[in-house]
């Protein structure tokens, strides 16, 4: 993994928590109080318009309602934060940091906790915890590493296929499917191009789907069982490969890109991340009106988008009111409604009070969007050593092909 | 010779260690971790492992390959057209008219120009929609690999297109001092035709003038990112996008493999250098072969049209490109085959603008910050060369050129690396002196000649009426060559606004300029997005050159004598 290098690099050995919390979590009116006044430094990623002016909208509203002061700093990769962090401890700077919390999940939140370089625990200690959908929702582990309240959930992805109706006209149910739909329309299908995020996606979601046993994904790659559990991706990629767009030699870099060909009449399916994005996308002219989103029968990979906090943050009880607010259910269903950003809910829509489902259920969640009982439960990552080795794999054999 | 005034010797000094120290520090910068030695990242051990880690990254040889096939097959290419077209037409009303056409393109960012040529040339794009599906029968796109392919084609297309422009005008400054007209008739007079007449009477005299500006494209074409993102295949990329892919992995431990990398490329680009120079000699000794045979040139007129239509190419692919550019900023839905979208809408420009401000604001002070320093430096070193008669030898302007030569990749990634070692934090102005490199070498050759034609006579009657040398300089000398002033500035500007690479390594990622946002959103591939940003690049480019046309008009509305200084 990146970061344990990093890690390795700066000669960092693992050291016993050095966290003292100034306010313990479970207090919440003390937080409160020692939030007023507050500027929380959050660094997440600034890539995309419809996320940095939702992050500015809980700004304004946690400056009214605590007095916080909440400054976006907008990344282009997450780990420019984890790495900062990282360079702090170094240099012995264990308290005033200038990162406050951070928006992470996966490889970054399991290499921050490893080394102990996060504030905790205290999601579970939040208020707005309650009514947080514990068991419907992989909101206790992240990519299989247990999350034990080092990080508070805000969002839930999950992957979709967008079609073009009027060019297919009936969602794939499987991997298979998809297969021989590409075999009969070659050309009308790429996946963006691995290491890029939601490529490698499509290899892990490829991988679960085509596997009959999904469980050895759940732990640690190791060399014995990696090319046997693996098989049948690489079989599928073998005949899949070639009926791709441009036959496989060339590959969208990203996954917006992918729309644009779809708009183009390049491609007729693509992947995404988030089952917002087709309507979002068709309300901004990026996608035909015929655009629709599908599952995959035996359901779709899905994971949480995290807010962590920084053993050295200088705000830590402003950051955790944040974190809070993210999980009220105003700011949840803000962050639903697909004009607006069009995340779903980590909520348990059964235990909010009756106004409050009823601010949920008046979305309109857009034509091309599944409701949360058409997405089904979400599939597991799996451990992300597996994601590592796979990427390493495809970028030998179709990467650096031509 | 005029003597006092403010001190100026040391001017020169500072200038030349404006170009050659970031280079050098730089080049300093990438040769240690290549051999292993980033403390930063708990290296300091001598070895050749980075190299290694460079051979056995799989893609190595072809990434290497496909950039000196792109970066030698774009030059040749690029200095082909351009001989052809002022072989063909230099002198005639078409010659003039292309001048017009052509110039104004050095402006247009090398970002802006390859998403508009991507859009025209893609199977999706506007040729292809203009045929279809009346003519091709394709009411989908067909599944060709055109952009990105992996022989690189539509990256060349996109570099010729844009080096067509730099070399014409290399070349029309070169015919200046190359006494092509009278050796045109006399070879005329001969009965030689026209192209075959121009190539060996003149040519050979022309290219001793730009053999530089070539090496520059060549360095350029070889090593260049942004236009390779865009219009280069990707597996694998060209090298120099790879290194710079690898530079901004978080994972520090990649550094030196990119360093490894931008030697690599350096040694690429000086071995194409040496591979061109032995080239020179080849055509030179079949040249003089051909003159000898004393052939009057029966292929002319297929040459003359041959040059004249690549010239048209070059051009409208940039103007199409921009114009496809400016419709999907204001596109609705927009799909294929339609050669036009199904609506318009203001929404891209809403949605966009309230974020492109602060790139906005960083771009201009950018370029503002490093062409003031720039132009301060370049009118302070021909002052000095004025005042004491310093004559710049032509070593001296190899070293003009050498932070034009040696790749980009090669130093910026080391400049990065030491900034990063040295805790110096990245942000605004590492960049303007980063900026500041290539800004001023293009300063210096667009005012050194204007400057240097300046009448002295005017400064003798100055000094004769008691103004010393700073007074006739700032009273006189400068007004009166205040277009060519501006000119020079708006050319620093643009080439500070079209920066990508600098900005992105230097800057850490933290400087956000409209350059680096437009190459960010290319990868996206939302058109309306590129659209948007790319036109603001462009306009920011041009602006500067509308001013240094209008001001100068402005002043002068009562100065018949200077109406068309």
């Known amino acids: 993994m990146k970061l344990s290098t990093i890690i390795a690099a700066l000669g960092l050995a693992a050291m016993p928590s050095l966290v003292l919390a100034d306010t313990d979590p479970a207090d919440w009116p003390a937080v409160t109080a020692a939030a007023k006044g507050q500027e929380v430094f959050w660094n997440a990623w600034g890539g995309s318009t419809t996320t940095n002016d939702f992050l500015a909208w809980v700004g304004q509203r946690v400056s009214e309602e605590y007095g916080v002061t909440l400054t976006h700093v907008k990344l282009t990769d997450t780990a420019d934060a984890v790495s900062r962090v990282l360079a702090e401890k170094a240099a012995g700077q264990d308290t005033g940091g200038a990162i406050d919390m951070i928006w992470i999940n996966g490889a970054n939140f399991a290499a921050m906790k490893e080394q102990d370089l996060l504030f905790g625990p205290f ?60 075999k009969s329309n070659p050309g009308r299908f790429t996946f963006p191009q691995p290491p890029d995020f939601l490529g490698s996606t499509f290899l892990k979601q490829a991988l679960i789907d085509l596997t009959d046993d999904a469980s050895p994904l759940q732990a640690p790659a190791t060399d014995e069982n990696y090319a046997s559990v693996t098989a049948p991706l690489w079989d599928f990629l073998e005949e899949l490969t070639p009926t791709l767009w441009r036959q496989g030699r060339a590959y969208p870099q990203t996954g917006p890109r992918q729309l644009q060909l779809i708009a183009d009449g390049e491609i007729d399916l693509a992947i995404s991340f ?7 996308a068709i309300a901004n002219f990026q996608l035909p009106e015929t ?16 807010v962590a906090i920084p053993y050295n943050s200088s705000a830590t009880e402003g950051a955790m009111v944040v974190a809070n607010f993210l999980l009220s259910p105003e700011a949840q269903a803000r962050a639903q409604d697909p004009s607006i950003l069009g995340y779903g809910t980590v909520l348990n829509m059964d235990a909010l009070q009756d106004d409050q489902q009823a601010a949920f259920d008046a979305l309109d969640l857009g034509v091309a969007t599944l409701t949360p009982a058409q997405l089904g439960t979400a599939l597991p990552e799996p451990h992300p050593s597996w994601m590592t080795r796979i990427e390493a794999d495809w970028i030998i054999r179709y990467g650096v092909s031509e | ?17 404006a170009l050659l120290g970031p280079v050098l520090a730089g080049l300093a910068g990438t040769i240690a971790p290549a051999l292993g030695w980033l403390p930063g990242a708990g290296q300091a051990r001598l070895s050749l492992d980075a190299f290694h880690a460079l051979l056995d990254w799989p893609g190595f040889m072809d990434a290497a390959r496909l950039s000196v096939v792109t970066g030698i097959g774009a030059t040749v290419l690029s200095l082909a057209l351009v001989t052809l077209i002022c072989a063909g037409w230099a002198g005639t009303p078409a010659f003039r008219w292309l001048e017009k056409l052509l110039s104004p393109l050095l402006a247009v960012p090398h970002a ?20 279809s599906p009346w003519l091709t029968g394709w009411d989908q796109p067909p599944d060709l690999l055109i952009v990105q392919d992996p022989y690189g084609f539509a990256l060349m297309a996109g570099l010729v297109a844009k080096e067509v422009p730099f070399l014409l005008l290399m070349t029309l400054a070169a015919l200046g001092q190359a006494d092509a007209p009278r050796s045109l008739a006399v070879a005329r007079a001969l009965g030689y035709r026209r192209v075959s007449g121009w190539l060996k009477a003149v040519f050979p005299r022309v290219y001793a003038q730009i053999r530089l500006p070539v090496y520059v494209v060549l360095a350029y074409s070889m090593s260049v990112v ?16 790879q290194i710079t892919r690898w530079m901004s992995d978080p994972d520090l431990a990649f550094r030196l493999q990119a360093a490894a990398g931008a030697l690599v490329q350096l040694a690429l680009v000086l071995g194409a250098m ?66 036009l979208p199904d609506g318009f809408t203001m929404r891209s420009w809403d949605r966009h603008i309230p974020g492109m401000l602060a790139a906005m604001w960083e771009t201009f002070v950018l370029a503002a910050a490093a062409t003031s320093i720039a132009l301060v430096l370049v009118i302070g070193c021909l002052e000095a060369e004025h005042r004491y008669g310093f004559r710049p030898s032509n070593r001296a302007v190899w070293l003009l050129y ?15 690396t030491l900034l990063l070692v040295s805790g110096a934090d990245m942000g605004r102005w590492p960049v303007v002196a980063a900026h500041l490199v290539f800004v001023l070498p293009y300063v210096f050759l667009s005012l050194a000649d204007p400057f240097r034609a300046w009448e002295p006579r005017f400064g003798t009657i100055g000094a004769a009426l008691g103004a010393g040398p700073d007074r006739v300089l700032w009273r006189i000398r400068l007004p009166m060559l205040i277009a060519p002033v501006l000119t020079a500035f708006a050319v620093g500007f643009a080439v500070s606004v079209g920066q990508y690479l600098p900005t992105l390594l230097v800057g850490g990622g933290r400087v956000v300029t409209l350059t680096t946002e437009a190459v960010a959103l290319a990868a996206g591939g939302d058109r309306r997005a590129i659209g948007v940003y790319g036109l603001a690049q462009t306009l920011a480019s041009f602006l500067p050159f509308a001013m240094a046309l209008l001001i100068p008009a402005l002043l002068w509305r009562n100065r018949m004598g200077m109406r068309d200084a």
């Open chain 1, 123 to 182: 999601a579970e200690q939040l208020p707005n915890w309650a009514v947080v959908d514990v068991d419907g929702k992989t909101v206790q582990t992240d990519f299989t590493v247990p999350v034990e309240g080092y990080e508070s959930p805000w969002a839930m992805a999950q992957v979709v296929f967008i079609h073009d109706t009027a060019r297919l006209a009936d969602p794939l149910p499987s991997m298979n499917a998809l297969l021989e739909w590409s």
């Open chain 1, 274 to 280: 988030s089952p917002g994005e087709a309507s979002t």
């Open chain 1, 291 to 306: 655009a629709r989103t599908f599952v995959l029968d035996k359901g779709t990979l899905g994971n949480a988008s995290f």
């Open chain 2, 1 to 17: 010779m005029l003597r006092g005034g403010v001190k100026l010797s040391w001017l020169p000094i500072l200038t030349v260690l």
């Open chain 2, 112 to 131: 802006a120009a390859a998403f508009g040529i991507a859009f025209l040339i893609a199977p999706s794009g506007w040729i292809v929609r203009a045929m």
């Open chain 2, 226 to 241: 942004d236009v390779a993102v865009i219009l280069g295949p990707n597996t694998p990329p060209t090298l120099s996008v």
């Open chain 2, 274 to 339: 040496a591979f061109w120079r032995l080239g020179e000699f080849a055509v030179g000794w079949l040249a003089r072969r051909w003159v000898r045979t004393g052939h009057r040139g029966a292929a002319d007129p297929l040459a003359q049209g041959v040059g004249l239509f690549a010239a048209v190419a070059a051009a409208s692919a940039i103007i199409l490109g921009l114009l496809g550019l400016a419709i999907w900023s204001f596109a609705g839905f927009w799909s294929f085959p339609n050669l």
């Open chain 2, 402 to 416: 050498l932070p034009l030569i040696v790749p980009q990749i090669a130093f910026l990634p080391g400049l990065q």
